[in-house]
């Protein structure tokens, strides 16, 4: 499927993103703590995408992982870039916390400040189900985020729709695709939310058009020789950004957080916006 980006050049890129263990003061900007996070636009053409949803803005973030790695300053950073994407949905793609669940409802509430025509859309991450998987999906569905737990959603326009599907996370029993799928019309397009690529064959085998996830923080320490601290088990070429698998196009976000090490090395944190366009051989 045809593709264009917008990305800054590779070599102009922040080499090292650090923790901060103290919150800023006041009366400093952010920016002297951490930099902001990358912003990618993406151009995604899909072939079953009704006439009336051309040009869809979906911005989509993805590991939050509010912790002492990630303070809170950093989230409403976050959630103001995005704001001023202006996007039509918002995807959010899991791991919105790390470790304690007194992050749970903070992170929840900043993310309810997000503003799209459509509404946010959001799933949830291994992180997110080892910590409280019931009490993210309270929190965030408080703020009214429509949490997909192996459900789905449709987008209709002038006749047409566009599915949107979730699943919970791969490494927990409770995901599950082909409930998530059962009402949906085959030939109707479909945008999967799930947070780790590895479902990416399945999805394919699904009929899914366009998947978005997370997961890998697109590698967070990427170093010669070494490589990335953190891959993706279908193979390196789903570790971040745009890739395909027979009829299904995926985009793997690098995220917003850190986890294991507090620092990103040659691995900027990444806001998505994704511009969908209709394939013009449909």
Excluded at 30 to 43: H, K, N, Q, R
Excluded at 86 to 96: I, M, Q, W
Excluded at 144 to 162: E, T
Excluded at 179 to 189: K, L, N, V
Aim: some cysteine; proline content about 7%.
């Amino acid at each position: 499927m045809a593709r264009s980006s917008v990305a800054p050049n590779f070599w102009k890129r922040p080499r090292l993103t650090l923790l901060s263990l103290n919150a800023p003061k006041k009366d400093l900007p952010l920016g002297s703590f951490a930099a902001d996070p990358e912003i990618t636009e993406t151009v995604i053409r899909l072939r079953r995408l009704p006439a009336a949803l051309e040009g869809l803005r979906i911005v989509h973030l993805t590991d939050i992982h509010l912790s002492l790695f990630t303070p809170i300053e950093e989230v409403h950073r976050v959630v103001e870039l995005a704001n001023r994407l202006h996007p039509d949905l918002v995807a959010l793609t899991g791991d919105y916390v790390t470790f304690s669940p007194q992050y749970i409802w903070p992170v929840a509430q900043a993310l309810g400040r997000l503003r799209a025509r459509l509404g946010a859309f959001a799933v949830l991450g291994n992180h997110d189900f080892r910590v409280n998987a019931e009490e993210v999906t309270r929190a965030l569905r408080a703020q009214r985020i429509r949490v997909l737990r192996n459900s789905s959603y449709a987008l209709h326009a002038a006749g047409s729709a566009l599915w949107l599907v979730g699943i919970d996370n791969l490494w927990f029993s409770s995901n599950d695709l082909p409930r998530a799928m059962r009402s949906i019309p085959p030939h109707d397009p479909k945008i999967l939310l799930c947070h780790k690529p590895e479902a990416i064959g399945r999805a394919a085998r699904w009929g899914i058009d366009l998947m978005l996830s997370g997961h890998t923080h697109g590698g967070q320490v990427r170093l010669p020789i070494l490589r990335s601290l953190y891959r993706s088990k279908p193979g390196e070429r789903f570790v971040d950004g745009w890739n395909q698998l027979g009829g299904t196009q995926i985009y793997v976000s690098r995220g917003i957080g850190k986890v294991v090490v507090p620092l990103r090395v040659d691995c900027p944190p990444e806001i998505t916006c994704l511009c969908l366009r209709r394939d013009s051989v449909a």
